[in-house]
């Protein structure tokens, strides 16, 4: 919206060209987004409670989070108004893949807003049925996956990239598609298994994120692309300012969510987050990369599906809880250990991640 105001104010002051600048407009993304969390997050945590909007917790975890039960949830929502507000502020309205991250961010965090809403106004922590849930999703990753596989133009779009070889793609075609989906939806219930510890899924996020701004700015120069060898995608750089938007509002939320949590992101800004990552990973070519620098969300989905798998086969759980970091808590580490290690974690993936840039 301002990149428009600043191209028509240029004609009377050259110094409103400052705006053009990608890196500038994500940094200024990030810093409206966490402006926002910050200011509103007071306010809207006090609302929360008056609502007594508070979350449910289940009785067959650890004792320790018995008494979370009543926590404001679905603070997310202040980050998804934080993400969709500086992104139309200091975005390039006209860029498509903008409007697919917006959109494929409001779709998933629609669907976690009536699942939390259904666990609040039903006091358990079930919420909506993992049906139709999961239908929901599958429509939104879907339609996502079938525009990019028609507004894609060029092969190298449509290509998997395999980090360390610089020479070598797989040319999926339409099983693209079918990648996308898996990444997108994955992704959303990936940080949302994730999202049980205070703290623990959105630092994780806010460090993907950046990295994912990273590089899409990037895949959105060809001169960079060119340097790195990396796939070239026209436009992608602007999800830059999305993905600042990102950063910002989740370590404005950070603020409040860190422990002892004040409030909960509930479903409404897990599942909405990791969609958001997921569709910035695939526009970019990135997927692979993204699933290392989330090692962490992989670990926490993995850990599900093993538990589950093991128990319907063998009768036996290989963990104590799933997901893994209820493992660690059960075993006796005080929270908070679990939740800085697994930041630690992240960063050293993040750091690998961005790392696979360059060695090639």
């Not at 992608?236 to 990102?246: K, P």
């Amino acid at each position: 919206m301002l990149l428009w105001l600043a191209d028509y104010l240029t004609q009377f002051y050259s110094g409103f060209r400052v705006f053009q600048y990608l890196t500038l407009r994500g940094i200024l993304a990030a810093g409206t987004a966490l402006s926002i969390s910050l200011l509103v997050g007071p306010s809207m945590i006090r609302r929360l409670q008056y609502l007594q909007v508070g979350q449910s917790v289940r009785d067959d975890g650890p004792q320790s989070h018995l008494s979370k039960a009543g926590t404001p949830t679905m603070g997310g929502a202040l980050m998804l108004v934080g993400i969709a507000f500086s992104t139309l502020l200091w975005g390039d309205l006209g860029n498509p893949y903008l409007w697919l991250a917006l959109l494929v961010t409001a779709g998933f965090g629609a669907v976690g807003w009536v699942d939390d809403y259904r666990k609040v106004t039903a006091g358990n922590s079930q919420g909506l049925s993992a049906r139709w849930k999961y239908f929901w999703q599958s429509l939104i990753g879907l339609s996502a996956a079938l525009y990019l596989y028609l507004a894609f133009d060029t092969p190298v779009t449509t290509q998997l990239q395999i980090p360390f070889f610089k020479d070598f793609a797989w040319s999926m075609g339409p099983l693209f598609i079918v990648l996308t989906y898996f990444v997108i939806v994955g992704a959303s219930n990936a940080v949302n298994l994730t999202d049980g510890l205070d703290g623990l899924a959105i630092l994780p996020t806010v460090l993907v994120g950046t990295a994912l701004g990273i590089i899409a700015y990037l895949t959105g120069r060809v001169d960079f692309a060119d340097y790195l060898h990396i796939p070239y995608v026209a436009g992608s750089g602007e999800l830059t300012v999305f993905c600042g938007g990102i950063a910002g509002a989740g370590l404005g939320f950070l603020w409040f969510n860190t422990y002892p949590a004040q409030v909960f992101m509930g479903d409404v800004g897990a599942l909405a987050l990791g969609a958001a990552m997921g569709t910035v990973a695939v526009v970019t070519r990135h997927e692979i990369v993204f699933f290392i620098m989330g090692g962490i969300f992989v670990l926490e989905t993995v850990s599900v599906i093993m538990q589950v798998a093991s128990f319907k086969l063998t009768g036996k759980r290989l963990f104590r809880m799933a997901p893994i970091h209820h493992h660690f808590e059960l075993k006796g580490w005080p929270e908070p250990r679990v939740i800085v290690r697994f930041w630690i974690i992240t960063v050293m993936l993040v750091l690998f991640g961005l790392a696979t840039l360059k060695l090639r």
